[in-house]
């Protein structure tokens, strides 16, 4: 098993820039979600992505936007940063039929 | 919508004793998952153990262990012979029918040596 691996491991923006960030999803997994967790609280979940169609979204914003790949790689891309955005970004991967879900070690992104 | 509490922040546990963390949830689903992850200060979120709703007996993995109790929706994960590795921040997250995983807001656990 390979894991799920995220790029970069941290990351300082401008506020109104964009950023993307990058997920590797273990193999053999064909979903991947991604969650927001800001400082001293739970994840929350942004998206889910499935054979390369978004499947599931969250409360958030359409200036957060994703693709998987057919390699079952994601990206994350966030439009317009505010200062809120400044959060752990968990990268999730799992298997149809498979209610187990592998979480990458995240993206900390830091507004300013 | 699905929600998950946790209400305890922090927990203290002495090595090689016992602890038990508290959830509950709200949902009208009545076929759903029940998570514990535990999320040391690397930040990957580390399966502990998982229980399916329609199962009556409680899951079990080595010193950890649940107590599902459906009508209450509850659901407490208990440490047994509490080891220093076991120190991290505990999350409670439940999955239904909508595919995604609603987390509750942790509880940190110190291992006092």
């Known amino acids: 098993e390979t894991g799920v691996t995220q790029s970069p491991t941290h990351l300082i923006k401008t506020r109104g820039q964009q950023v993307t960030l990058r997920c590797s999803s273990q193999?053999?997994?064909?979903?991947v979600s991604w969650y927001q967790q800001a400082l001293g609280q739970g994840p929350q979940f942004i998206f889910q992505?499935?054979?390369?169609?978004?499947?599931g979204r969250g409360n958030f914003p359409p200036r957060f936007s994703g693709l998987q790949f057919p390699n079952y790689s994601s990206e994350l891309n966030v439009n317009a940063l505010e200062l809120d955005d400044s959060a752990l970004y968990l990268c999730a991967s799992s298997q149809t039929g498979n209610y187990g879900y592998t979480f990458g070690s995240g993206t900390r992104l830091t507004v300013v | 919508a699905q929600t998950v509490t946790q209400s305890q922040p922090e927990m203290s546990v002495q090595e090689a004793e016992t602890v038990t963390l508290s959830c509950t949830y709200d949902t009208s689903e009545s076929d759903y998952y029940l998570f514990w992850y535990k999320q040391p200060p690397s930040r990957q979120m580390i399966l502990v153990i998982r229980?399916?709703?329609?199962?009556?007996q409680n899951a079990t993995e080595n010193r950890f262990s649940v107590n599902f109790q459906k009508a209450a929706k509850s659901f407490s994960l208990k440490i047994s012979d509490s080891q220093l590795g076991d120190a991290a921040m505990y999350f409670c997250?439940?999955?239904?029918?909508?595919?995604?995983?609603?987390f509750g807001s942790g509880t940190q656990l110190t291992v006092l040596p």
């Open positions: 193999s053999g997994h064909n979903t």
């Open positions: 997250a439940y999955r239904g029918s909508a595919r995604q995983l609603t």
């Open positions: 229980q399916e709703a329609y199962k009556q």
């Open positions: 992505y499935y054979r390369e169609e978004e499947n």
